[in-house]
């Protein structure tokens, strides 16, 4: 079993960065692909940037140059750093991965961080 912590979401001004976290926990897990997503208030969640592993990392338009996915293996985090942000990237961001466990493709999702870009 694999859970992931958010940290890194707040209150920013347009213009401003900010670099959220996820750290995975668990034992005897591989990660396979990982993906950061968004969810706006009366929105459906969109995937805002993902890491397939061995394939290209793709940006949603709206995010491309200004966002970047990354990651830390040896700490087991993921990171979106987000620069430039602009009102319309507020929303509740959400990570998440996809791990292989005894041969066998496993999904976890993060409990979500609020990011707020103020004008």
């Known amino acids: 079993q694999v859970q992931l912590v958010e940290s890194g979401g707040g209150l920013v001004q347009a213009g401003g960065s900010l670099r959220l976290s996820c750290a995975a926990s668990?034992?005897?897990?591989?990660?396979?692909?990982m993906g950061w997503y968004r969810q706006a208030p009366g929105k459906q969640r969109e995937l805002v940037a993902g890491?397939?592993?061995?394939?290209?990392?793709k940006y949603a338009d709206a995010v491309k140059d200004r966002f970047t996915i990354s990651s830390d293996n040896a700490k087991n985090t993921v990171y979106l750093q987000m620069n430039s942000l602009k009102p319309e990237d507020t929303a509740v961001y959400y990570c998440?991965?996809?791990?292989?466990?005894?041969?066998?493709?496993?999904?976890?999702w993060g409990q979500g961080t609020q990011v707020t870009v103020s004008s």
């Open positions: 998440n991965v996809a791990y292989w466990y005894r041969l066998r493709r496993y999904d976890a």
């Open positions: 668990g034992r005897n897990f591989d990660i396979n692909a």
């Open positions: 890491d397939s592993g061995g394939g290209s990392i």
